[in-house]
């Protein structure tokens, strides 16, 4: 059987898009191949996929198509490695690469896109913001979604915003559970045990995002259905809003983005990557 994908990097990131591209009939694991360096890593991946083939490198001409998954620091390495194998499109998920970084160093005419996932990838769940480089036609950011949507789910911006994603919905899930940890102890202050308290917000948040999710309603419409006028939850909003959550919010995502694009300078890359 024809291999469909390689998937270069077979870690947290690379190990959630195989589950993926597996249980949502993507592919079979017969039709992937997973590039790994670590050998070890190599020999879990084969015992959870029956049919699956992992190499520390990958052979010449085996896979048109390919995803990279490694971490930016070994980005330049495994690119070059799979121009010379002769891999022809590229999804990178590598976090700061620019499409630029990943055209010089496929050494090829090599149609490549860039993309920014979030941990729920691990679960399936994630939101992915994606830009094309300058050879990727419509069709191969098609070929792009579909592989994250095995994932997830991701939507197109300009590449000059993936920073502004990467500060929205690459931190989100931090921000998400700050959130969860500052409940827990408020419902721990009203009198609840620590148990109790984490049950029920867990499960106040995980039936919240499914309503949004699943009504397709907005947060808006949701929080003014849930809000009586004059009731509990407008007392408890008013104490949100005097304490200005919602500006808090902007400065985290305007923060996280102005890291990204200080990490994104030659210089912060290199101290980051030597810490
Ligand atoms: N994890 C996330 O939530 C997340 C979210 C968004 C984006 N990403 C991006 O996804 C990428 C992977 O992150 P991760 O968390 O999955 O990292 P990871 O768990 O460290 O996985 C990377 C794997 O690639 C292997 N590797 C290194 N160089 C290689 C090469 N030249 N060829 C083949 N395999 C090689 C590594 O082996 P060794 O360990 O032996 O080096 C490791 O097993 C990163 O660029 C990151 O920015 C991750």
Same mark, same amino acid.
Request: proline share 3%.
């Given at each position: ?6 998937? &270069? ?7 959630? =898009?195989?589950?993926?591209? &597996?249980?949502?009939?993507? /592919?079979?694991?017969?039709?992937? +191949? +997973? ?32 995803? =990279?998954?490694?971490?930016?620091? !070994? ?20 976090? @700061?690469? #620019? ?15 860039? /993309? ?23 069709? !191969? ?21 993936? !920073?502004? *994603?990467? @500060? ?11 959130? *969860?940890?500052? =409940? ?33 309603? $907005? ?7 849930? #809000? $009586? ?9 008013? /104490?949100?809003? !005097?304490?200005? +959550? ?6 985290? +995502? ?5 890291? $990204?694009?200080?990490?994104? #300078?030659? @210089?912060?890359?290199?101290?980051? #990557?030597?810490?």
């Amino acid at each position: 059987m024809a291999v469909k994908l390689a998937i &270069i990097g077979g870690g947290r990131m690379g190990g959630a =898009l195989l589950r993926g591209l &597996i249980s949502s009939g993507w /592919a079979s694991p017969s039709e992937l +191949v +997973v590039v790994e360096i670590n050998e070890a890593q190599r020999q879990r991946l084969e015992a959870g996929h029956r049919g699956l083939t992992t190499v520390s490198r990958l052979s010449t001409r085996a896979c048109e198509d390919a995803v =990279l998954a490694v971490k930016p620091q !070994d980005a330049e390495e495994a690119c070059l490695a799979a121009g010379v194998a002769g891999v022809q499109r590229l999804l990178s998920v590598a976090a @700061g690469i #620019t499409t630029s970084d990943l055209e010089k160093w496929m050494g090829t005419r090599a149609l490549v896109v860039r /993309a920014m996932p979030n941990l729920p990838a691990l679960v399936a769940h994630c939101a992915a913001g994606m830009a094309p480089g300058s050879r990727a036609s419509e069709r !191969d950011l098609a070929w792009a979604a579909g592989v994250l949507g095995s994932v997830g789910t991701a939507v197109e911006v300009p590449e000059k915003l993936m !920073d502004a *994603v990467t @500060g929205l919905s690459g931190s989100g899930p931090a921000y998400f559970f700050l959130v *969860v940890e500052a =409940l827990i102890e408020a419902g721990v202050r009203a009198g609840l045990d620590r148990e109790t308290s984490t049950t029920l917000v867990r499960h106040t948040f995980a039936g919240a995002a499914r309503l949004l999710t699943e009504t397709g309603e $907005s947060a808006e419409d949701l929080r003014i259905a849930v #809000t $009586s006028p004059g009731g509990t939850t407008a007392a408890g909003i008013a /104490a949100l809003e !005097d304490r200005q +959550v919602r500006e808090a919010f902007v400065a985290a +995502v305007e923060a996280a983005t102005a890291r $990204s694009i200080e990490l994104g #300078t030659p @210089g912060a890359k290199a101290t980051l #990557t030597h810490r």
